[in-house]
């Protein structure tokens, strides 16, 4: 076969991590009861190997970060 195990495995992570990013509204909607499913992927990706990242596009990479930058000014928000 062309595809070895760890090849399907980054795929599937990314794959899916993809899919449940589209789920969400766009960074500026972004509320505190996103916080949940964002914090989902970010353990996700976080725990994702250098391989692994490397399927999810880089749109994509930088669209997380930024969900990542929104919920902490959110979480900071609310503790002031």
């Known amino acids: 076969t062309v ?14 991590l993809v899919e449940t990013l589209a789920k969400l509204p ?8 996103n916080a949940d ?12 190997s250098t391989y692994e990242k490397s399927f999810v596009a880089t749109e994509k990479q930088t669209l997380i970060e930024s969900y990542r930058t929104r919920l902490a000014e959110l979480q900071k928000a609310t503790t002031v």
């Open 37 to 48: 499913t964002i914090n989902g992927i970010l353990k996700t990706y976080d725990a994702m």
């Open 3 to 16: 595809c070895d195990e760890e090849y399907l495995a980054a795929y599937k992570s990314a794959t899916t």
């Open 26 to 33: 766009t960074v500026a909607n972004t509320t505190l009861s």
